[in-house]
């Protein structure tokens, strides 16, 4: 044992030396991850960043401790993966009546849906902070060289994701608000059916409809557990299961606005992009040819950019599109069943309609979107053949055939076993109303 005022040991040293390395590596790993404070401001995606930020799934350079925003991150994820196996207990539980078991499994898959997708946020950081700062610098400079054309196409995407983040977001607070409500009036003006566990077992009354979600019992009783738990697990459900999929949609707009104006500069083939001061009249046949091979180079570099932008977009939404493919399919069905079979009260109709509605609209907007890349990157061919080829010399000719040959390469989107595409979500519906025609015959 060492005596009082004697040199630390070599392994006091070692072990404090080893927590200096370890917070160093923890600090840069953390700043690897922030993003510029002009990011959060940016047009189309500032509404999503200031959410997450707010989650902790991002944060900003001029934070004071950027750590806090991880430590946030890894709390709220925790708590929607608690939810969710919460609600699976109950659902495991079964139910005596098969709308409340129908609104329980669509609350229960839909937790699960957005746990997959947080956890997967968090293991896919890196690339959602790099994919976030490249097109926040592609943006800038779209916004500096873009004539009025490109920036009506700009201001178009940017009311076009606000709508359809006002279409998913404006459901699951109807959804939210309902439960509130029922909590709410409840409290107020029926406490005995709010702590009264024993009465609801007994059939005498009917529980807060927050309550049948989870597998608490008699600590429903607990104001904490029973009451205020739900009420958190309610608000994190509601804004970031919109939260997560309409971000994605604006990702992949942005891919779609980036090929229309690719598309639309390869058919004017204007040179005065790269120098607003250049005639083209008073130029000789090769300084003319030496600007249009410097324009081409240009689009080659969009090009290749957009597609690497697309595949790390698909690397970033495969398993969670997967997971929302195979549950929200099944379900759909078994709502239409349970529907249709069931006596559903005015409430449960409304929630319901409300869950069929959400992931039939989580499910077409990526299928939706990945065909509009596609079809738009299958047009770019076109835009390069609709250029004044004819008038070029041998040399741009054979580049811009080379180009259309590159621009018929398919651009499609994957999530792992399938194809992102309208057919595939006309497959879905097809599918999910062929079960509901075999349910409905078994029963």
């Known amino acids: 044992m060492a005596e009082k005022g004697s040199p630390p040991s070599r392994a006091y040293k070692s072990k404090k030396c080893a927590a200096r390395q370890f917070s160093l590596v923890t600090m840069l790993r953390v700043k690897d991850l922030l993003l510029s404070h002009d990011i959060f401001d940016n047009i189309i995606f500032h509404l999503h960043l200031r959410c997450f930020r707010l989650y902790g799934y991002v944060s900003a350079k001029d934070q004071c401790r950027p750590w806090l925003s991880l430590a946030r991150c890894i709390f709220f994820t925790a708590c929607i993966w608690l939810t969710c196996v919460l609600m699976l207990a109950r659902v495991f539980q079964g139910y005596e009546s098969l709308i409340d078991g129908a609104i329980t499994c669509a609350t229960t898959v839909q937790y699960l849906a957005v746990s997959i997708s947080t956890l997967n946020a968090i293991v896919q950081r890196k690339r959602v902070i790099s994919l976030l700062r490249e097109i926040n610098v592609d943006m800038q400079q779209l916004m500096i060289s873009a004539d009025i054309g490109e920036w009506d196409l700009l201001l178009s995407t940017q009311k076009y994701t606000r709508k359809i983040t006002l279409i998913l977001w404006v459901p699951s607070m109807v959804a939210g608000l309902l439960a509130w409500t029922d909590c709410i009036y409840r409290t107020l003006f029926m406490p005995e059916t709010v702590f009264n566990m024993p009465a609801v077992r007994a059939g005498k009354e009917q529980p807060i409809l927050l309550f049948k979600l989870y597998p608490f019992g008699e600590l429903c009783d607990n104001f904490v557990i029973g009451y205020l738990s ?93 997971a929302d493919f195979i549950i929200f399919s099944v379900l759909i069905c078994f709502l239409f069943f349970a529907l249709s079979v069931g006596s559903p009260s005015k409430i449960d109709n409304i929630f319901m309609f409300i869950y069929i509605f959400v992931m039939a609209s989580i499910l077409w907007i990526y299928h939706w979107h990945a065909t509009l890349i596609s079809e738009c990157h299958e047009e770019l061919s076109f835009a390069y053949y609709s250029a004044p080829w004819h008038a070029y010399d041998q040399t741009m000719k054979r580049t811009i055939l080379l180009m259309i040959v590159h621009a018929q390469r398919p651009m499609k989107m994957r999530a792992v076993m399938v194809q992102l595409s309208v057919e595939t979500f006309i497959d879905i519906v097809r599918g999910a109303y062929t079960y509901f025609n075999i349910l409905s015959q078994l029963y």
Do not use: S
């Not at 690719?262 to 000789?284: C, G, Q, S, V, Y």
């Open 230 to 322: 739900p009420w958190y697990a309610l608000c994190l459900g509601i804004t970031t299961i919109p939260l997560w999929h309409t971000f994605i949609t604006c990702l992949m707009k942005y891919m779609h606005l980036k090929l229309i104006i690719l598309k639309k500069k390869a058919a004017e083939m204007n040179i005065t992009r790269l120098n607003a001061f250049l005639d083209p009249d008073r130029l000789t046949p090769a300084q003319l040819n030496r600007w249009q091979i410097e324009l081409i180079k240009t689009f080659v570099k969009d090009h290749l950019k957009i597609r690497r932008f697309v595949h790390e977009l698909e690397q970033l939404i495969r398993v969670p599109v997967m």
